[in-house]
């Protein structure tokens, strides 16, 4: 029996690449679901605990522990300086060609400006929004599915903002709810299926835009997205259009083109044939009446002919 | 749009083309429409540079004009299904395209000649085939067809996933847009032939005053 079980274990993990003698070690305590320690500031638990295949599938799956957590991290118990210092995302995402149009510089120029680094600079990092155990590079991949996608961003901001005692923890207070905060918007369900959070919540138009804005500022403008030049077609559906070109062939995703955005057609061959119409019905119309006018006023001139 | 002048037979017995309800349904699809029209314009076009309506102020007025136009069709529905009206939707199909062409005739060639009009209004019948035939179409297929469609937005989960191989609620938005581009051209002609009666303005008389035939 245990040698058919460890036959098993041994065919789930064979995708994975084999772990280090380091990684190992590691993971003979952080590869435990219950690894987790009480906090002594919040009271709260946190989670410690690193699943190896999520580890494997993800965007970082190739690199070893260590390759991210110093040398602090070597012995145990690990040394606290280690524990308080954050992980360094941009000394291998900086200037990476991995990463073109400088990708990460724009990323970083934009986190810093960004309310949850002002807010909380000491306790925001990638890492606060990114699970880099677990991160897919999210645009790097091909969307097919943009409701996926929409699920998928949202929650990296739901994790805390869906979340009342994590928020309690990183800022001290709690928030209003969700729902509450975006009571102005119709359809709030729709809304969120539909629309990434930071579409409204951050200061630029570019897609991968980290410049998350004080909810003071952020967008409450409908015509914003709900118009041909929609914020979203720069933003999320900038990766859709891209795969309706391919799927489709140019010019039927020209036809097709911004065509999501509920209760807006949004197709400008449609305006044009539709403004046209109207124009050529008033056009016959007017010509008609005038055409009347004409014999009227022709037939009433040789009526008073007549009876003169 | 009806061209005949009123007339009373020798019984004395007449009957209302136009009964109270149907002026009152009338002039509230009227108004309801036009709004829908400013409204549905004003969300379409938004954030382009023509003088709209703010997208908020349309998105309230368009909800609340197409909730209107629905409760006032459906009363509408009912009185011609279950009322004396709906008669003058049946067209006599025997015969239906010489009349239809007869119609036409008259408004592209009789009607500059002073001729009279083809099918003056009857109490079996207060439509000339034309008149008749699209407002069978208009009414008993563009009108519903725009209104469920326009209903759907309403309960968006109750609109198919997927249609014709386009995202389903894509497919509704058009159909309304194509609907309501084809209704506002029905009523620019519908207007214009109100015109087009024995006086300039004898058929808006008749839509808000009524109308009485004698009964053959």
Redesign the interface.
């Known amino acids: 029996m245990m040698r058919l079980l460890l036959f098993c274990a041994l065919l789930l993990l064979a995708p994975l690449r084999p772990l280090s003698a380091d990684d190992q070690t590691c993971l003979r305590c952080h590869g435990m679901q219950s690894m987790a320690y009480l906090d002594p500031h919040t009271g709260g638990l946190r989670n410690l605990a690193i699943d190896p295949q999520t580890m494997a599938a993800s965007s970082h799956g190739k690199l070893r522990c260590r390759s991210c957590h110093g040398p602090g991290f070597e012995a145990y118990p690990h040394f606290e300086e280690a524990k308080r210092e954050a992980l360094h995302c941009l000394e291998c995402h900086k200037g990476n060609d991995r990463f073109p149009y400088a990708l990460f510089e724009s990323i970083e120029k934009g986190f810093t400006r960004s309310h949850h680094a002002r807010a909380l600079p000491d306790r925001f990092f990638c890492s606060s929004c990114h699970d880099p155990h677990a991160f897919h590079g999210l645009f790097q991949t091909r969307v097919e599915d943009v409701p996926k996608q929409v699920r998928q961003d949202n929650h990296i901001c739901l994790n805390c903002h869906h979340n009342n005692e994590r928020i309690k923890d990183m800022t001290g207070r709690l928030l209003p709810t969700l729902q509450r905060s975006h009571a102005w918007l119709p359809n709030l369900e729709r809304h969120w299926q539909a629309v990434r959070c930071v579409e409204c919540h951050t200061g630029s138009s570019r897609p991968q835009d980290h410049f998350i804005l004080d909810k003071s500022l952020a967008l409450r403008d409908c015509v914003a997205c709900h118009a041909r030049d929609s914020l979203l077609t720069s933003k999320l559906y900038l990766y859709r259009a891209e795969e309706e070109r391919q799927k489709a062939g140019f010019v039927n995703a020209l036809v097709l083109n911004n065509a999501y955005v509920i209760g807006m057609t949004r197709n400008l061959w449609l305006d044009w044939a539709s403004l046209a119409l109207l124009a050529l019905t008033l056009l016959v119309l007017l010509g008609h009446g005038f055409a009347r006018w004409l014999v009227n006023r022709k037939r009433a001139a040789s009526n008073k002919e007549g009876d003169a | 749009m009806n061209t005949h002048s009123h007339s009373v037979t020798a019984t004395g017995r007449t009957v209302q083309l136009y009964p109270l309800w149907l002026r009152i349904w009338h002039w509230s699809n009227a108004l309801s429409f036009l709004m829908l029209i400013v409204s549905g314009a004003s969300?379409?076009?938004?954030?382009?540079a023509w003088p709209l309506l703010p997208?908020?102020t349309a998105?309230i007025l368009h909800n609340l004009f197409g909730i209107l136009l629905t409760v006032a069709y459906s009363g509408y529905l009912l009185a011609n299904l279950l009322g004396q009206n709906g008669i003058h939707y049946r067209p006599q199909w025997q015969g239906l395209l010489g009349r239809l062409w007869q119609q036409a005739h008259f408004?592209g060639v009789g009607?500059?000649r002073?001729a009279p009009h083809p099918f003056p209004a009857t109490a079996r019948c207060k439509f000339n085939p034309l008149q008749q035939v699209t407002y069978l179409s208009v009414m008993f297929g563009g009108m519903p067809m725009l209104i469920v469609s326009g209903l759907l937005?309403f309960f968006?989960e109750l609109a198919p996933e997927r249609l014709l191989g386009?995202?389903g609620?894509?497919a509704v938005?058009?159909t309304h847009?194509?609907l309501g581009?084809?209704l506002?051209?029905f009523m620019?002609?519908h207007i214009?032939l109100a015109?087009?009666g024995e006086t300039l303005t004898g058929e808006f008389g008749k839509m808000i005053f009524g109308a009485k035939v004698g009964e053959e």
């Open positions: 969300l379409h076009f938004a954030g382009s997208f908020d998105r408004y009607i500059f002073g937005f968006p386009m995202d609620l894509w938005g058009i847009y194509v581009l084809f506002t051209a620019l002609g214009y015109t087009a």
